[in-house]
């Protein structure tokens, strides 16, 4: 089961919203970012978060209130969707606002729990989420096409399929996996801890 998280950052371009909306996937605002889906002609199964800047107006059903402080709501609404069984989430709007929206938008990959393939999509690049209880990544990298890979914790990866491998070697948050390039073949990624890949859209 796939559902679509939408936040309240810079509207996603068409291309984005038509990559990732199929018929019959839910969408779910994140607070204010379900005014910004109903803005582009969305329909919304739910609203989540804390309710602090939805506007409640527009509103008089489908609203789904995380009070929790202590995390941020993109973070509570990808932890509500896997614990309903959501496998895939994908996420949009994340982009634009402040610096601290951008970092804490990767923060909430690492509060999620295991469980569920997330994607977050920018105008440019998909960060996909590798968790070490949800298995490997294949992605298709065309020849001389960027990806980059980061760990987010002190783990142990496994590259393979790409101009500079790794075997198992230990890494941790750092530029070393910037800007690695495909040979044309499937890029097949694996760790025993958090990492996220950003691929070309």
């Given amino acids: 089961m796939r559902g679509v998280l939408w936040c309240s950052g810079s509207q996603p371009s068409q291309s984005v919203i038509d990559a990732v909306l ?7 605002g994140v607070d204010a970012g379900a005014d ?4 582009s002609g969305i329909e919304v199964e739910e609203v989540l978060g804390d309710l602090d800047s939805v506007d ?3 509103w008089d059903r489908g609203l789904h209130e995380l009070p929790d402080q202590s995390s941020s709501d993109l973070a509570k609404s990808i932890s509500l969707l896997i614990e309903r069984g959501f496998a895939e989430i994908d996420v949009v709007g994340i982009e634009g606002g402040d610096t601290g929206h951008v970092l804490g938008s990767w923060a909430a990959l690492c509060e999620a ?3 569920a393939r997330i994607r977050l999509h920018h ?3 998909v960060t996909h989420r590798l968790h070490p209880q949800d298995g490997g990544l294949d992605l298709k990298i065309g020849e001389g096409r960027e990806f980059s890979v980061f ?3 002190p783990c142990k990866a496994w590259i393979s399929g790409a101009k500079w491998e790794i075997e198992g070697e230990e890494i941790s948050f750092s530029t070393r996996g910037l800007h690695n390039e495909g040979i044309g073949e499937t890029v097949s990624i694996r760790s025993d801890g958090l ?4 691929s070309p859209r």
């Fill in 22 to 28: 199929d018929e019959g996937v839910p969408v779910f």
């Fill in 56 to 58: 409640l107006a527009r």
């Fill in 123 to 125: 105008e440019d690049a």
């Fill in 36 to 39: 910004r889906a109903v803005e």
């Fill in 195 to 198: 990492l996220v890949a950003i």
């Fill in 151 to 153: 760990a987010l914790q």
């Fill in 113 to 115: 729990p295991g469980g």
